[in-house]
Nanobody, 123 residues
Framework: QVQLVESGGGLVQAGGSLRLSCAAS????????MGWFRQAPGKEREFVAA????????FYADSVKGRFTISRDNAKNTVYLQMNSLKPEDTAVYCC????????????????WGQGTQVTVSS
């Protein structure tokens, strides 16, 4: 069982930055791909970014490519999402998720989910 807890959300003006963190309870993170997803009011949950166990592979949704960066610190069992040049359309609840596997391009099959953190971008 993996428990995930997100933090770092908040209110920011358009063009600003935020860094989200996701702390995992499991002692070992070996073999887990970590991902970030978001869900805006009235919309389906959408994939944002994913990172491999080693951190050597990453994958982004087109809507955030070049603005968001996913990273991980396995010694701290923590994954980060650095969000720059934020836009009002980035407003959503952001959740991190984990699944066993190696491919970062598979955006389904995540087994473990955090509760989410709210990100609000004002215009």
């Amino acid at each position: 069982q993996v428990q995930l807890v997100e933090s770092g959300g908040g209110l920011v003006q358009a063009g600003g930055s935020l860094r989200l963190s996701c702390a995992a309870s499991r002692r070992t993170f070996s073999g887990y791909v970590m991902g970030w997803f978001r869900q805006a009011p009235g919309k389906e949950r959408e994939f944002v970014a994913a990172i491999s166990w080693s951190g050597g592979s990453t994958f982004y949704a087109d809507s955030v490519k070049g603005r968001f960066t996913i990273s991980r610190d396995n010694a701290k069992n923590t994954v980060y999402l650095q969000m720059n040049s934020l836009k009002p359309e980035d407003t959503a609840v952001y959740c991190c998720a984990a699944r066993l596997g190696s491919s970062v391009r598979i955006t389904t099959g995540y087994n473990y989910w955090g509760q989410g953190t709210q990100v609000t971008v004002s215009s």
